[in-house]
């Protein structure tokens, strides 16, 4: 059964910073794309990020391209969303996910998602 578990959400000032993890188990993590979705109320989940498995593919969707930063260690199974220049309209539950990917390649479905971690920009 696959786990997906972040951390790092929180409070935080326009402008400033916050780093999500996830762990991930219960997958062949070296051979899974993964993703951060994100999810404000009444609006559908949206991909922001993804990586490939072995990293040398990535994407950002338009609004964080320049200010996120995605990465992934492979040995300890995590993936990682370095959020800088935090802005109120990145106020969201953000999602770690995950889906084995024959192909090393961004997917635009994922399989598996976390429980969500709450990120608040506000001052």
């Known amino acids: 059964q696959v786990s997906l578990v972040e951390s790092g959400g929180g409070l935080v000032q326009p402008g400033g910073s916050l780093r999500l993890s996830c762990v991930a188990s219960?997958?062949?993590?070296?051979?899974?794309?993964m993703g951060w979705f994100r999810q404000t109320q009444g609006k559908d989940r949206e991909l922001i990020s993804g990586?490939?498995?072995?990293?040398?593919?990535?994407y950002y969707e338009k609004s964080v391209k320049g200010r996120f930063t995605i990465s992934r260690d492979n040995d300890k199974k995590m993936v990682y969303l370095q959020m800088n220049a935090l802005e109120p309209e990145d106020t969201a539950v953000y999602y770690c996910?995950?889906?084995?990917?024959?192909?090393?390649?961004?997917?635009?479905?994922?399989?598996?998602y976390g429980q969500g971690t709450q990120v608040t920009v506000s001052s």
């Open positions: 996910a995950a889906r084995y990917n024959d192909f090393d390649t961004v997917p635009y479905v994922f399989e598996s």
């Open positions: 219960g997958l062949t993590f070296s051979r899974s794309a």
């Open positions: 990586i490939s498995w072995s990293g040398t593919s990535i």
